[in-house]
């Protein structure tokens, strides 16, 4: 599938290459990506009876993606990833 779409965005020119900005903001997400994914299993494993259990099943569940989502955004924010709007990064 990845191939498909590298095959199919290359006909875009300069729309599909990495820019500064991204290149930039790359390895503050990898990193906060990284952060997100030991969190989330960290809390797949402290939520495990809860997410096995029929009446908890979807509150654990929300409650590891808020967990997950959280832990990202902290990270990234942490980082320097995050500014006010209009600011230059």
Do not use: H
Not at 27 to 35: L, N
Not at 57 to 78: C, N, Q
């Amino acid at each position: 599938m990845a191939l498909q779409l590298w095959r199919g965005t290359r006909s875009f020119g300069a729309a599909t290459r990495l820019d500064q900005r991204l290149r930039r903001r790359l390895p503050r997400i990898g990193i906060a990506t990284a952060v997100m994914a030991a969190t989330v299993a960290g809390a797949c494993g402290g939520f495990s009876g809860a997410l096995e259990a029929d009446g908890l099943r979807y509150i654990a569940l929300g409650a590891v993606i808020l967990v997950g989502a959280g832990s990202y955004l902290g990270t990234y924010w942490m980082l320097g990833g995050l500014r006010r709007r209009g600011s230059e990064l």
